[in-house]
């Protein structure tokens, strides 16, 4: 007999509900920004991830726009088969020029850039190394692969060297974030290079949080820290964050790229993003990289945050980065100190496991170079009389 699909379903659903877990949605009514019109209330928001305030600017709605003139809306087809358009393929090389390297692949998503790449290169011979924070699609990248699967603790270099040693394979792929989507903490990029050379091992580092906001020009990770393709052989990003659009990219050496084109699945077999969004990706690359006043604007709020989280006696983590999470522990108190932030007009989702490891639940407060001092100021007075 057939289960009843309710009946079937619904104990897990409870189980998340009683244990703090369920997730909910909140229905968005206007564009992405500091205020926002949301459940028919206009809020200020520090959870998006558009750090440069780049979601909604003029200038890239217009180049969307006339995308959609000069494309249509929809891509047609994947991009292989009739779905590549020109702006496609001038974003693909804006990209790659904007980070150094020969050659830039268009991924629909970030997760399908992962899962993409990592189960492109790696197969049962190999052997995959990520840091225990990593994004999921990173880990579910790995797993799809059918390597070799090892996590290492979170920016233990010794740790990781230790499971390198510990393990032969054809091929030995290290991933890691280049800033942790949930702690805002950098991966110690140096030296992860160090160990994986060491061990004849690649080094792919997602960039999802640190391209448009750390480095000159905004380029990322591997400019604050000064690294190239030499040490970082694999990079993603995305354009979604910083960027205030929508896809990925992989980037790197030729062969690299032309091997995603022939055997990355999520590339081969998906639709081509709109050539619109390509079209507003190109110009909101230029933006970020000419306006260095964001990043300089958004430092200068992540200071005034943090020293005013430390006269609170607010314990946040070691994080430089717009990724300012407040940790509370406990998922019911997470969601508590949510509601209590809502009713004061501040929206910030409370983040809880599987997101985040258990017991480690948080309001991952994040700052825009849209933001104002004014309404970093309300954010800690909202906190303080919240908690
Ligand atoms: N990598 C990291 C580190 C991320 O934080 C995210 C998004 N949360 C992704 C990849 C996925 O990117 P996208 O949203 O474009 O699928």
Redesign the pocket.
């Known amino acids: 007999m057939v289960p009843d699909l309710k009946t079937a379903l619904a104990p897990n659903l409870d189980q998340r509900q009683a244990q703090s877990l369920y997730r909910y949605r909140r229905v968005l009514e206007g564009p992405q920004g500091p205020e926002i019109q949301v459940d028919g209330r206009r809020v200020w928001t520090f959870c998006s991830?558009d750090y440069l305030g780049l979601a909604n600017h003029p200038k890239i709605r217009v180049a969307f726009m006339q995308g959609v003139q000069e494309y249509g809306v929809g891509s047609g087809a994947a991009h292989l088969v009739t779905g590549h358009s020109r702006a496609h393929h001038e974003l693909e090389e804006a990209l790659a020029e904007f980070v150094g390297r020969p050659r830039a692949l268009l991924f629909s998503?970030?997760?399908?850039?992962?899962l993409g790449v990592i189960s492109a290169l790696l197969g049962h011979q190999d052997a995959v190394f990520e840091d225990r924070l990593?994004?999921a699609?990173?880990l579910d990248g790995g797993l799809l692969a059918g390597a070799r699967f090892k996590r290492y603790r979170h920016r233990d270099c010794q740790a990781l060297e230790a499971a390198l040693a510990a393990r032969r394979a054809r091929r030995k792929l290290v991933v890691t974030?280049g800033v942790f989507?949930m702690d805002g903490d950098l991966a110690p990029l140096p030296e992860l290079a160090t160990v994986a050379r060491h061990f004849d091992a690649w080094l792919l580092v997602?960039d999802?949080?640190g391209l448009g906001v750390l480095g000159e020009g905004g380029r990322g990770s591997l400019a604050h820290w000064g690294l190239g393709m030499a040490q970082v052989p694999i990079l993603?990003g995305?354009?979604?964050?910083a960027l205030g659009t929508?896809?990925?990219f992989v980037a790197g050496e030729e062969a690299l790229v032309e091997t995603l084109i022939q055997q990355a699945r999520t590339y081969i077999y998906t639709t081509a993003p709109p050539p619109a969004v390509a079209a507003a990706t190109l110009a909101s690359l230029r933006l970020a990289e000419a306006e260095s006043w964001r990043r300089e604007k958004l430092a200068h709020l992540i200071a005034q945050f943090r020293q005013g989280a430390a006269q609170l006696g607010l314990q946040l983590m070691d994080s430089q980065t717009p990724i300012q999470p407040l940790l509370v522990g406990d998922s019911a108190a997470a969601l508590k100190l949510s509601e209590s932030l809502l009713a004061r007009g501040m929206l910030i989702t409370a983040i809880r496991p599987p997101t985040v490891p258990a017991g480690s639940a948080r309001l991952r407060i994040t700052l825009t170079a849209a933001h104002s001092e004014t309404q970093v100021e309300r954010l800690l007075e909202a906190l303080a009389e919240s908690l």
């Open positions: 991830n998503t970030g997760y399908l850039a992962n990593n994004h699609s990173l974030d989507s997602d999802a949080h993603v995305t354009l979604g964050k929508f896809g990925a």
